[in-house]
């Protein structure tokens, strides 16, 4: 099972399911056509309550990322629409706030740290 849920982090499980689902489409890990474990399955194997992992489902079928069969099961959707710009955003925020964090406790400037990422995305190849 590619989900795992903690019921300390403070963030709801049905929030948590469906961020794991997201990322692991994005990451290819879930491709188009995939099928997914049934609500009851997945309830079962993460030991929380099938509403929970039915209103991820929900979300994610209203998001378009994956599409349910009546009686024939729930699949990744054929045509997932990419992260949005604010996904991905979200998603490197934190890692950013972490680089901001200890480039100051470093005593780095802001244009040192900013450097710092710019060489990396060089030696990436990656061009502005």
């Known amino acids: 099972?590619?989900?795992?849920?903690?019921?300390?982090s403070g963030l709801p499980l049905y929030l948590q399911v469906e961020s794991q689902?997201?990322?692991?489409?994005a990451a290819g890990a879930l491709k188009q056509g995939?099928?997914?474990?049934?609500?009851?399955?997945?309830?079962?194997?993460?030991?929380?309550?099938?509403?929970?992992?039915?209103?991820?489902?929900?979300?994610?079928?209203?998001?378009?990322?994956?599409?349910?069969?009546?009686?024939?099961?729930?699949?990744?959707?054929?045509?997932?629409?990419?992260l949005l710009k604010t996904e991905k955003m979200k998603r490197l925020r934190p890692y950013a706030m972490q680089l901001a964090v200890?480039?100051?406790?470093l005593r780095l400037s802001p244009d040192e740290i900013v450097k710092l990422v710019e060489d990396s995305l060089d030696e990436l190849g990656v061009k502005p």
């Open 1 to 8: 099972m590619f989900v795992r849920v903690n019921s300390a």
């Open 21 to 25: 689902i997201k990322h692991a489409v």
């Open 34 to 82: 995939d099928a997914l474990p049934s609500v009851r399955k997945m309830a079962s194997d993460l030991r929380i309550n099938p509403n929970t992992v039915a209103r991820a489902y929900q979300d994610l079928e209203r998001d378009g990322l994956i599409r349910t069969v009546p009686g024939g099961g729930t699949y990744v959707a054929d045509h997932v629409p990419g």
């Open 102 to 105: 200890e480039g100051t406790h």
